[in-house]
C-alpha cells in the first residue's frame, strides 16, 4: 500500500514539471511582445562608438588638427605688390598731367587761325598762327619730358596700364616729331606769288592736321584711359 502511494506521488511530480517544462515552450515560441520604450540597449552604443572608430582615417586627422592649422594648409591668393613711387615722379606727374588740359584748346585755336590764314592771311593773324604754334611745341616738350622720364624711370616697374602708357607716349613723340616738320614747312615770305608756295602752303597744312590728329589720340587716349 506504502508502495503504491509512493509511486502515485512520483507519477504526479513528474506530470507537473513536464507541464511547466511544456509552458515555457509555449510561451517561447508565442508572439513577442511590443518593445518596451523604455528599455535601452546598451549594446548599441557599443556598435555606434565601434562605427565611429573604425571611420576613414583622413577624417578623423582632419578632426583631430586644430583650426589655426587647416586654415594653414589652406593655399593662400598671390597679390602683387603695390609699386611706391618717389615724390619726384610724383610732381613730374602732376605737371604733365596739368599742362596737358592747354593740349585741345590750342590745337582749336590753331586750327582756326590756320584756316583762317589759308583762306585769307593778314599780319596779326600770322603772329597769332606763330605764337600758338610756339605754345603747342612747348607744351609739348615739356610733356614729353615728364612723360618719358617718368615712363622709362619708375613708371617702367609698373605694369598696370604701361601699355596704355606706352601707346600714349608714342602718339605723343609721333606729333612732337609732326609739329617740328610742321614749323619747318610753312611758306616763307609774305608773296603768295611763286612756284612753291601752293605746294608748300598744302605740305604744311597736311603736316599741321596729321599732328593735332595725333595728338588729340593720345590726349583722348588717356583721358578716356583714366590715367
Not at 582615417?57 to 589652406?74: G, H, K, M
Not at 616763307?188 to 598744302?202: M, N
Request: hydrophobic share 45%.
Amino acid at each position: 500500500m506504502r508502495a503504491s502511494a509512493l509511486l502515485l506521488s512520483v507519477l504526479l511530480v513528474a506530470s507537473s514539471a513536464y507541464a511547466q517544462t511544456f509552458d515555457r515552450t509555449v510561451t517561447f515560441l508565442a508572439p513577442s511582445s511590443p518593445p518596451n520604450l523604455w528599455h535601452i540597449d546598451f549594446r548599441s552604443s557599443e556598435s555606434a562608438a565601434t562605427a565611429t572608430l573604425t571611420a576613414p582615417s583622413w577624417r578623423l586627422r582632419s578632426a583631430a588638427l586644430p583650426p589655426r592649422d587647416v586654415q594653414e594648409t589652406t593655399a593662400q591668393p598671390l597679390h602683387a605688390a603695390a609699386i611706391e613711387h618717389s615724390e619726384a615722379y610724383q610732381t613730374r606727374a602732376k605737371i604733365h598731367k596739368i599742362a596737358s588740359f592747354a593740349t585741345l584748346p590750342l590745337f582749336a585755336a590753331e586750327l582756326w587761325l590756320g584756316q583762317s590764314i589759308y583762306n585769307t592771311p593778314s599780319d596779326s593773324q600770322k603772329s597769332a598762327h606763330i605764337v600758338v604754334g610756339t605754345g603747342i611745341i612747348g607744351l609739348f616738350g615739356v610733356n614729353t619730358v615728364t612723360g618719358a622720364w617718368n615712363l622709362f624711370g619708375e613708371g617702367w616697374q609698373d605694369p598696370q596700364g604701361r601699355t596704355l602708357r606706352v601707346a600714349h607716349s608714342l602718339l605723343m613723340m609721333a606729333a612732337d616729331a609732326g609739329f617740328v616738320a610742321t614749323s619747318m614747312s610753312g611758306p616763307g615770305g609774305h608773296s603768295r606769288i611763286g612756284s612753291t608756295f601752293e605746294a608748300d602752303k598744302t605740305t604744311h597744312r597736311t603736316i599741321a592736321l596729321t599732328s593735332i590728329g595725333l595728338g588729340t589720340a593720345g590726349y583722348l587716349l588717356m583721358l578716356f584711359g583714366n590715367r
